[in-house]
């Protein structure tokens, strides 16, 4: 794994010469507007990250499999404007459409995630409903101590998405395949994270089962 370089210094220079523009929002704003020391690298983060989803889903009842998983990045800014270094790594599971809309992916796994999120100390900073024409959606996000937050999102679809807050970047080949969790078939068509690994995703591994998530990634990295 690459050594991460100091990050303090850096976090601060780069934020300092645009303390005085307003902040960008995001459902981590606040690491923005007070961003915490970085624990990890952008190639460091996806093995903590895939851990606290297949976290999450351990403790959902009765649950019917995500359709795919999504890798991606947004960029780490204050004021619009991007801060040089830094990422956002965001891991995105989505149910099917039909899961999506039943009472229990949309109701009950709210209602299990909040009770969840809040036992283990995390920070929920929003937990939000809003009535929509034959619908109503619901957004619920807690932030881990770390600072990964976990964002769950009834919507047209239902989501679960994890992002890291700041990272510092890392050179694409440092970043390792970390299997899915709930139900994405590792390496399949609905593992979306296929331009991460032109040359492939590994294949040189033991069968994982995908409902099996283990405690740590620490092998696979």
């Given at each position: 794994m690459p050594r991460r370089p100091p990050p303090g210094p850096l976090w601060r220079k780069a934020l300092a010469s645009l303390a005085?523009?307003?902040?960008?929002?995001?459902?981590?704003?606040?690491?923005?507007?007070?961003?915490?020391?970085?624990?990890?690298?952008?190639?460091?983060?996806?093995?903590?990250?895939?851990?606290?989803?297949?976290?999450?889903?351990?403790?959902?009842?009765?649950?019917?499999?995500?359709?795919?998983?999504?890798?991606?990045?947004?960029?780490?800014?204050?004021?619009?404007?991007d801060v040089p270094g830094f990422t956002i790594v965001e891991i995105t599971y989505v149910f099917s459409l039909p899961d999506s809309g039943t009472p229990l992916v949309r109701e009950?796994?709210?209602?299990?995630?909040?009770?969840?999120?809040?036992?283990?100390?995390?920070?929920?900073?929003?937990?939000?409903?809003?009535?929509k024409a034959g619908r109503t959606d619901r957004s619920l996000v807690a932030i881990r101590p770390d600072g990964i937050a976990l964002w769950y999102w009834a919507a047209g679809h239902t989501v679960l998405r994890v992002q890291s807050g700041p990272v510092t970047v890392s050179e694409p080949e440092a970043i390792e395949y970390v299997p899915p969790s709930g139900g994405v078939m590792p390496g399949g068509r609905y593992d979306k994270v296929a331009r991460y690994f032109p040359g492939g995703i590994p294949a040189d591994?033991?069968?994982?089962?995908?409902?099996?998530?283990?405690?740590?990634?620490?092998?696979?990295?």
């Open positions: 005085s523009l307003p902040p960008v929002r995001s459902i981590v704003e606040h690491l923005m507007d007070n961003p915490p020391e970085p624990r990890y690298t952008q190639a460091e983060a996806y093995a903590p990250m895939e851990a606290a989803a297949a976290e999450a889903v351990a403790a959902l009842p009765d649950f019917p499999g995500f359709k795919e998983r999504i890798w991606s990045e947004l960029p780490a800014t204050s004021g619009g404007i009950t796994y709210v209602d299990v995630l909040r009770e969840h999120w809040t036992s283990l100390g995390y920070t929920v900073t929003r937990d939000a409903v809003k009535e591994r033991d069968a994982v089962d995908p409902f099996d998530s283990p405690d740590s990634y620490e092998d696979d990295l």
